[in-house]
């Protein structure tokens, strides 16, 4: 079973920036595409972002678009979630998810992360 680890949460001011990054456990996981989801308090989790993982093939989320970019290191195993001109409605716990394979963009995952928090102070 592989396992997600997010890290590089955190408190920032709104309009700073901050990256967040999500490295998988094993490094033979066939990966179709990798992810970013939040969930602020009260609120069902909603899709941010995600990167085809063979072709850096990217997708946002309206809300995101031109201020956050997704993008991955596959020497790194790592995807990041840099996250710029941030407001206070940013505000969320942040997932990492990974999916085998699938269509494009994905419309499910099957691997999560434990999630980082993210708080935009105003």
């Known amino acids: 079973q592989v396992q997600l680890v997010e890290s590089g949460g955190g408190l920032v001011q709104a309009g700073g920036s901050l990256r967040v990054s999500c490295a998988a456990s094993d490094r033979t996981f066939n990966r179709y595409a990798m992810g970013w989801f939040r969930q602020a308090p009260g609120k069902e989790r909603e899709f941010v972002a995600t990167?085809?993982?063979?072709?850096?093939?990217?997708y946002y989320a309206d809300s995101v678009k031109g201020r956050f970019t997704i993008s991955r290191d596959t020497a790194k195993n790592t995807v990041y979630l840099q996250m710029n001109s941030l407001k206070p409605e940013d505000t969320a716990v942040y997932y990492c998810a990974a999916v085998p394979y699938g269509s494009w963009p994905p419309t499910r995952y099957d691997y999560w992360g434990q999630g980082t928090q993210v708080t935009v102070s105003s």
């Open positions: 990167v085809r993982w063979s072709s850096g093939v990217t």
